[in-house]
């Protein structure tokens, strides 16, 4: 029809469509844009944007603009949250700004950018290391977004972004409420993406899946020959709210809708003589009634994904499925699960009778069908998507399985691809409430030392039945019971190795039959509570401890280091005053053997010297065990908060009078810098009654010891806290769930 339109029938037309993007443009926030991308794209001319935030860890970075618009890249430098070698891009166009990807309410039938509209109630900020909040207001709807780096299924990482919103109506009348989240994938800088939908194979065309016909799970690929470079989609599973539609299409097209878009299924979005490859996916929540005071939320996902493959020709073969599975409400998710094979004849003549065969082993089953399917003739250069329905046995103890697909033609050899997918437990509450009280010992002590002995009758007494175990500096057998070790051991290695260790020990532990459902209370001593505390940082990026039924339950910091000691930052291993007065007491130690050595380097107590920051006291609440044990400095309070937030209670006890820390008190040091450092171990307290965060000061010394004798008895009073009966009290109301109220 336009051919036939008079030069000013369309000047009159194109005056008409500018007045009414100006108006519109306002309730939309979006732009009038070309509906093909091409070279007039609006990528060409991108609108300017600015990163407000960044959830980062070492897989993966969630970059967010002031606006709430986000994109995510994955393998960021793990200190800053930047590209560095070996980034690449999940979302256009990390790691610049964030602007192609947005989310859309449709509130009694309007259209409104969340960001972009109404008023902002909260801007962006990071409220822990992994976690970015905002919240806007549209008439009488209030919308938080929050972005969160979360455990992702398909690689058991903590590489998944978990976006969540949740709209409540502010308002005294109900409104009709729907919700669209379109995601402009990019994937190692191709922003013409491929997706693949399990059971479906590769989506190049405009496509939509409503209701049941939407897929758990998908993936968008660099390139289908590039197992490197994937991303996952996790629509239903794991947490996510099932969408009740999906679109897969052209990027230019869902920018352009803003909300409602009708699919073009002949449209090639990867396709460059189309149009520049662009490809994008948008999920759906159908508008519902939403009443005054009522709220809804909608959770989905991406991240990264995982293949094991054979590239090797004549037959190519990759396995795909999910690494572990998520447990809500005592049950696996997904369950049954979906195990998705894609075979590629990449040789020089057609795979004949070509069958792909999948073998199970005890634990997981066939829900639906047959083991081995049939394909026929695979001509050369074609792929072939085939997938199983998986279902898995419950487990009271994890469980690692192994599971394989074979390929073969009867003018090929058999080529096998194994996977392995881990289940966690699955349990109920322990009604009597079994405890651990784990006992993690400072520097130069051996695995025969037992200063926590007093505190151990303490709690054994309150809790009959109580389990105690012994960290181990020189690790644990598979059972968790713990190595011997030597004063050595405790100087060698770095705080996040024996972060490490404290770890595997618990986990091991817990996860013998007999130690279900275990509440476990870490209690550590001078350096014991600084690795203690760095097992709260290592959760936060490796996942809370949750095994057989049992979880952490406390963590308590006893004298402890935890805002580090001076003097630091300096290049690594440069003579510190307080690192050598430290070492040089310990290599006088006869039982100390090997400190002594030429060339010895304590890493645990370099650590500590690049822990501590002289402008952020007070030191134990703002300084960053988090940066030696992650790489990623958050400060000890936040660490404590969203261990609290993790159901996890927190308890730092620090002795006022410990020379230790204030080593200006011992004759010849009083000229040294920073030598009183005595808050550095304590965080502040939580102040409200059941936040579960607390800090405890006591002051205290020895029998008789007033002052320090001299520097090479600086620890002469460090041990009195096992002894002082205000702080085993505070210990026993600690770990039965009270507030600890002797040392107020």
Not at 162 to 182: C, D, E, F, P, Q
Not at 236 to 242: I, V
Not at 475 to 501: E, F, R
Request: contains cysteine; hydrophobic residues 35%.
């Amino acid at each position: 029809m336009k051919r036939f339109l008079k030069p000013k029938l369309i000047f009159l037309l194109v005056t008409v469509v500018m007045l009414l993007s100006a108006i519109v443009l306002p309730l939309s926030g979006s732009l009038l844009r070309s509906h093909a991308a091409g070279p007039s794209s609006l990528k060409d001319n991108p609108p300017p944007s600015t990163v407000a935030a960044d959830p980062f860890n070492a897989r993966l970075a969630i970059q967010v603009g002031t606006d709430g618009r986000f994109n995510i890249g994955a393998y960021p430098d793990p200190s800053t949250g930047g590209a560095t070698s070996g980034s690449w891009d999940l979302m256009y166009s990390w790691p610049d700004a964030p602007w192609s990807s947005f989310s859309t309410l449709n509130i009694d039938g309007s259209n409104s950018i969340y960001g972009s509209s109404g008023t902002q109630i909260g801007a962006p900020q990071d409220t822990d290391a992994k976690t970015n909040q905002s919240s806007w207001q549209v008439g009488d709807i209030q919308a938080s977004q929050s972005l969160q780096l979360a455990l992702n299924d398909q690689t058991a990482q903590e590489d998944n972004a978990k976006i969540a919103y949740s709209l409540t109506n502010k308002g005294t009348v109900a409104h009709t409420v729907g919700m669209r989240i379109m995601i402009d994938t990019e994937v190692n800088g191709n922003d013409g993406a491929i997706l693949r939908i399990p059971g479906i194979g590769l989506v190049r065309k405009e496509s939509e899946f409503t209701g049941a016909n939407v897929p758990d799970t998908m993936q968008s690929f660099f390139d289908v020959t590039d197992n490197q470079h994937v991303a996952a989609v996790t629509l239903k599973s794991g947490g996510a709210t099932p969408p009740d539609r999906l679109v897969i299409a052209a990027w230019p097209h869902l920018d352009d809708a803003v909300y409602d878009y009708t699919i073009d299924p002949n449209y090639d979005f990867t396709d460059p003589s189309v149009s520049r490859p662009d490809s994008a996916y948008a999920v759906y929540w159908n508008p519902v009634s939403l009443a005054p005071g009522q709220s809804l939320n909608y959770v989905t996902y991406y991240g990264l994904s995982q293949l094991n493959v054979d590239l090797s020709p004549p037959l190519a073969l990759g396995v795909s499925g999910p690494a572990t599975l998520s447990v809500i409400n005592n049950a696996y998710s997904p369950n049954p699960f979906t195990v998705t094979a894609t075979v590629l004849n990449n040789g020089t003549a057609d795979a004949n009778n070509v069958a792909l065969t999948l073998h199970l082993p005890n634990g997981l089953s066939l829900s639906s069908g047959t083991a081995t399917q049939n394909l026929g003739t695979l001509p050369v250069g074609q792929e072939r998507d085939i997938s199983w329905s998986v279902q898995a046995a419950s487990q009271s103890v994890e469980q690692t399985l192994t599971y394989s697909v074979d390929a073969v033609a009867t003018n090929t050899t058999l080529k096998n691809v194994a996977r392995q997918i881990t289940l966690p437990p699955l349990s109920t509450p322990n009604p009597t409430g079994q405890k651990l009280f784990v006992f993690v010992e400072g520097l130069s002590t051996n695995s025969d030392t037992r200063d926590f002995a007093n505190i151990q009758a303490a709690l054994l007494k309150k809790n009959p039945g109580a389990q105690f175990l012994y960290f181990s500096y020189a690790g644990s057998d598979s059972y968790g019971n713990p190595n011997a070790y030597i004063c050595y051991d405790t100087l060698v290695n770095s705080i996040k190795t024996y972060v490490g260790l404290l770890r595997q020990q618990i986990i091991r532990y817990m996860s013998q039959p007999s130690h279900a459902n275990t509440s476990v209370y870490i209690i550590g001593h001078s350096m014991g509570g600084a690795i203690a505390y760095g097992l709260l940082a290592d959760m936060i990026v490796h996942g809370y401890i949750k095994t057989n039924g049992g979880q952490i339950a406390g963590d308590v910091a006893l004298d402890s280091p935890l805002g580090g000691v001076p003097e630091g930052p300096v290049p690594e291993f440069l003579p510190s005053w307080y690192y050598n007065l430290t070492l040089n007491n310990y290599q006088a130690n006869p039982a100390c053997v090997g400190t002594a050595l030429p060339g010895f380097k304590s890493q645990d107590l370099y650590d500590l010297t690049q822990i501590f920051n002289p402008g952020d006291t007070p030191y134990g609440a703002n300084d960053s065990l988090s940066g030696r044990v992650t790489g990623i400095k958050v400060s000890n309070q936040i660490i404590a908060t969203v261990a609290a937030g993790h159901g996890i209670h927190v308890l730092t006890i620090g002795n006022l009078l410990d020379f230790v820390y204030q080593p200006g008190a011992c004759p010849g040091l009083g000229f040294f810098p920073h030598t009183h450092f005595i808050d550095t171990q304590l965080i502040n307290d939580g102040k409200v009654t059941g936040l579960g965060i607390y800090s405890r000061p006591f002051a205290a010394n020895v029998q008789g010891g007033a002052t320090c004798p001299d520097t090479d008895h600086i620890a002469v009073n460090h041990g009195v806290v096992f002894n002082t009966q205000p702080v085993i009290d505070d210990l026993v109301q600690f770990a039965a769930g009270g507030t600890p109220s002797q040392l107020i």
